[in-house]
């Protein structure tokens, strides 16, 4: 069945967001095995770093990819959506939601640690409030939460995506086509 055409810049920005959040998640386990920072270990600090930079990068991705859904309306989606497509749009809607809760609930779990966060180097973002140990476990406990449920739901993202591809209707090659 020939799909309505995702605008291009949405299939580029996919595939960019897909691939730093898989990347973020393989390389978050072994980043946190790393030595804790000493004046003699400072192996954590390239990756804390460029885990933050991948990070933020990526929640102006979602935000920018949310606006044009939003700006295109039904553009690329169908106009009177059946329930499983209503279902596949509430899960987009979530992804968004946990993206962003990933996202700040890193940034304020990291400004409450007293560590700085430079913006790829360039840009010192500002940190919210002085060190503080109870609100960086708390959000670092929501840090954790949010990035096993946005887990969960990519999971059932690409379960559908394997799904409409085993059916064969021409939905995945959505992302596929320029
Ligand atoms: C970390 C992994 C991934 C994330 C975070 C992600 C996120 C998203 C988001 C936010 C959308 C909604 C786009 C919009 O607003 O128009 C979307 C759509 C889509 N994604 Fe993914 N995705 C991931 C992996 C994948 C993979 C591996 C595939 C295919 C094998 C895939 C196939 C699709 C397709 C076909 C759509 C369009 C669905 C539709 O319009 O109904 N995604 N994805
Ligand atoms: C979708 C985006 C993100 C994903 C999927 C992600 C994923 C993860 C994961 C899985 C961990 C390991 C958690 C644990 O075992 O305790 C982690 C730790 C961490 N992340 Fe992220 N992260 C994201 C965005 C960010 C952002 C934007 C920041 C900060 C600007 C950040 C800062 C941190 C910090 C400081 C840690 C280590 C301490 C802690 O658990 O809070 N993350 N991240």
Redesign the pocket.
Same mark, same amino acid.
């Given at each position: 069945m020939e799909q309505e055409r995702l605008p291009k810049i949405t299939v580029i920005l996919h595939w960019v967001l897909a691939s730093?959040?898989f990347f973020?998640?393989v390389s978050?386990?072994w980043?946190?095995s790393l030595p804790l920072p000493s004046a003699e270990f400072t192996y954590r600090v390239l990756p804390?770093q460029l885990?933050?930079?991948?990070?933020?990068t990526? /929640?102006l991705i979602?935000v920018t990819m949310a606006a044009i859904r939003i700006a295109k309306g039904s553009n690329g989606h169908p106009k009177n959506p059946d329930r499983l497509q209503k279902l596949a749009a509430l899960d987009h809607l979530i992804m968004y939601f946990? /993206?962003a809760a $990933? $996202?700040?609930?890193?940034?304020?779990?990291?400004?409450y640690?007293g560590?700085e966060?430079s913006f790829w180097w360039i840009l010192n973002?500002p940190a919210w409030a002085q060190e503080n140990d109870d609100l960086?476990i708390l959000?670092?406990?929501l840090?954790?939460w949010s $990035?096993?449920a946005? /887990?969960a739901v990519i999971v059932l993202h690409i379960g559908a995506a394997i799904y409409h591809g085993i059916a064969d209707d021409g939905l995945i090659n959505k992302m596929f086509r320029l």
């Open positions: 730093s959040v973020l998640f978050s386990w980043m946190l804390f885990h933050k930079n991948i990070g933020i990526l /929640l979602a946990l /993206l $990933c $996202c700040l609930s890193g940034y304020l779990s990291s400004s640690s560590w966060t973002l960086n959000f670092s406990g840090h954790l $990035c096993w946005l /887990l």
